[in-house]
T-cell receptor, first 115, second 113 residues
Framework: NAGVTQTPKFRVLKTGQSMTLLCAQD?????MYWYRQDPGMGLRLIHY???????AKGEVPDGYNVSRLKKQNFLLGLESAAPSQTSVYFC??????????????FGPGTRLTVT | ELKVEQNPLFLSMQEGKNYTIYCNYS?????LYWYRQDPGKSLESLFV?????AVKQEGRLMASLDTKARLSTLHITAAVHDLSATYFC?????????????FGTGTLLAVQP
C-alpha cells in the first residue's frame, strides 16, 4: 500500500514553461486535493475533486488547471509558469465517509522552482 | 469566510516543560484536525476532533476542541527533542460533498535539551 504518491519530487521551470504534476492514491479515496505551501502561509487549497470526472476551485486556483479522469489520479497543470508559483505542492486524498472524519492523507510533496 | 489562526507562530521550549499551542477559527466548523510536519517532509495526521468537548491524547500530546469558543488546543507535556516540528491545525468548512480544510499558518516548535 503506497498511500499517496507524487511525481516528480523536484522540478525547475523557466518562466512561461508548462508542466503537469501527477498525484496517485491506492486507497480508493473519493476526494482528492492539491495544496501549495509557502513560508509563513500554511497550506492553501488550489483545486479539489469529490469524485472521478469532477473538479472544483479552492482558495488560490488562478494559473492552475486540474483533471481527474481516473479515480486514483489527480493531475495539476501549470500552463505558463510564473515565479510566483515557486512553492512546495502537496496532494492529499480522503474518504467521503469514515470514523476518522474525512481525514486527509498527504503525499510527499513536489518542490517546484520557477526562474 | 473561515480563517484559522495559530499562536504562537514559533515556540522554543526546554525539554521537560509543558506548553500549549492555540488554534482559533473564525466561523462555525464541525471538525478540527492537527497535523505534524518535519522539515522537508509531508504532513502527518495527529488528531481528528469531531465534536465539542472532544479530547484526544497520544503520548505527550493532547488535543481538545471547544466549538462554542471556536478554539482548539494542543498541549505538550514534558517536551522531548523528538517533538520538534511544525504543527498545523486545520478546520473543515462546508458540509456534505466538499470537505475543504483551511489551515493555520503553523507553529514551529523547537525543543532544546
Amino acid at each position: 500500500n503506497a498511500g499517496v504518491t507524487q511525481t516528480p519530487k523536484f522540478r525547475v521551470l523557466k518562466t512561461g514553461q508548462s508542466m503537469t504534476l501527477l498525484c496517485a492514491q491506492d486507497m480508493n479515496h473519493e476526494y482528492m486535493y492539491w495544496y501549495r505551501q509557502d513560508p509563513g502561509m500554511g497550506l492553501r487549497l488550489i483545486h479539489y475533486s469529490v469524485g472521478e470526472g469532477t473538479t472544483a476551485k479552492g482558495e488560490v486556483p488562478d494559473g492552475y488547471n486540474v483533471s481527474r479522469l481516473k479515480k486514483q489520479n489527480f493531475l495539476l497543470g501549470l500552463e505558463s509558469a510564473a515565479p510566483s508559483q515557486t512553492s512546495v505542492y502537496f496532494c492529499a486524498s480522503s474518504y467521503r465517509f469514515g470514523s476518522r472524519g474525512y481525514e486527509q492523507y498527504f503525499g510527499p510533496g513536489t518542490r517546484l522552482t520557477v526562474t | 469566510e473561515l480563517k484559522v489562526e495559530q499562536n504562537p507562530l514559533f515556540l522554543s521550549m526546554q525539554e521537560g516543560k509543558n506548553y500549549t499551542i492555540y488554534c482559533n477559527y473564525s466561523t462555525t466548523s464541525d471538525r478540527l484536525y492537527w497535523y505534524r510536519q518535519d522539515p522537508g517532509k509531508s504532513l502527518e495526521s495527529l488528531f481528528v476532533l469531531l465534536s465539542n468537548g472532544a479530547v484526544k491524547q497520544e503520548g505527550r500530546l493532547m488535543a481538545s476542541l471547544d466549538t462554542k469558543a471556536r478554539l482548539s488546543t494542543l498541549h505538550i507535556t514534558a517536551a522531548v527533542h523528538d517533538l520538534s516540528a511544525t504543527y498545523f491545525c486545520a478546520a473543515r468548512i462546508g458540509g456534505g460533498a466538499t470537505n475543504k480544510l483551511i489551515f493555520g499558518t503553523g507553529t514551529l516548535l523547537a525543543v532544546q535539551p
